[in-house]
């Protein structure tokens, strides 16, 4: 049990999902030390927030000390009545919660490979930012009420030679922004949240730390600001749906088994590309609702058309 346990960290960015594990597998009377967590429903949207408190909550959980807020947006998909607007609006209050005080400069930054669209959640959300750094700087008189917004998407190392924290890094240095906020495709263990969850968190991102191929942090640590990381899980990997059906078959697994499903195969839905762009407009526009205070959809249609 300990190894699959294992297998499943491995296989989740979700500070929900790793706590779930933990959960899963400890006897009931267990409580899990140096993590708070709690579930509340907000405008119809279930919001769990896990921080993780010390070393200790830091160890059981393999995620960083910091806080982590999950919003489960459901009804997207069937395009139920106001579900974007609602979306829009509990994803920019939770992340209204986590960023620094004050109406400092924000670099946007869209992690991931645009050619492969389940990891182009990042370039799509970068389409929906109210770019606003030189209107601020060019324009004062009829932009300057605004916050100064910059925002880019670096790529990946395949396709550029340069690890992403370095061109982020060196753009920051530049252009000296108060915060940065990435956004970047996430792994699941659960299929039904893939692309109906967005997680944010302090804590800054590790990129591809989910899928086995963990690049440069991106975090406070390494560019010497706050770093808020959002995510969306795209993809589950196939040793986590293996597992899940062997359990309910009562079939046991080798563990070596999954450790090589999970190695060479990811699944996605099949209609990924209208999720994509699904979520990146809510996570543009919950952006810009997050950062320019008093905007509404409106404006923000009209400021990017």
Not at 134 to 148: A, I, T
Request: glycine share 10%.
């Amino acid at each position: 049990m300990c190894e699959v346990i294992l297998l499943n960290k491995a296989r989740t960015d979700l500070a929900l999902e790793a706590r779930e594990v933990w959960q899963e597998s400890a006897d009931s009377t267990t409580k899990l030390r140096g993590v708070w967590a709690k579930e509340l429903e907000v405008d119809g949207f279930t919001v769990s927030r896990v921080r993780v408190l010390d070393e200790e909550g830091e160890k059981a959980l393999g995620k960083p000390i910091g806080s982590y807020t999950t919003v489960e947006l459901r009804g997207i998909s069937r395009r139920d009545i106001d579900s974007f607007p609602k979306a829009i609006k509990a994803v920019a209050n939770e992340l209204s919660e986590l960023l620094p005080k004050g109406d400092g400069s924000v670099l946007v930054v869209g992690l991931g490979n645009e050619g492969i669209t389940p990891d182009a959640v990042g370039k799509s959300t970068v389409e929906h930012i109210m770019v606003t750094r030189h209107l601020v700087e060019k324009f004062p008189d009829v932009f300057g009420y605004m916050r100064r917004v910059s925002a880019v998407t670096p790529g990946v190392l395949g396709m550029t030679g340069v690890e992403s924290g370095e061109i982020i890094r060196g753009i920051a240095e530049r252009i000296a922004p108060d915060f940065i906020i990435v956004i970047d495709a996430l792994a699941s263990m659960r299929l039904g949240r893939l692309c109906k969850t967005v997680q944010i968190t302090d804590t800054g991102i590790v990129p591809g730390s989910g899928v086995g191929n963990a690049r440069a942090a991106i975090t406070k640590e390494t560019m010497g600001i706050p770093v808020i990381a959002v995510g969306v899980p795209t993809v589950v990997n196939i040793a986590t749906i293996v597992e899940s059906f062997a359990e309910d078959s009562g079939i046991k697994i080798p563990s070596e088994a999954l450790s090589e499903y999970s190695e060479k195969l990811l699944v996605t839905p099949k209609d990924i590309d209208v999720h994509i762009a699904d979520m990146g407009r809510i996570l543009g526009y919950a952006i810009n609702t997050a950062i320019q205070k008093g905007i509404s959809i409106e404006e923000m249609d009209e400021f990017l058309s």
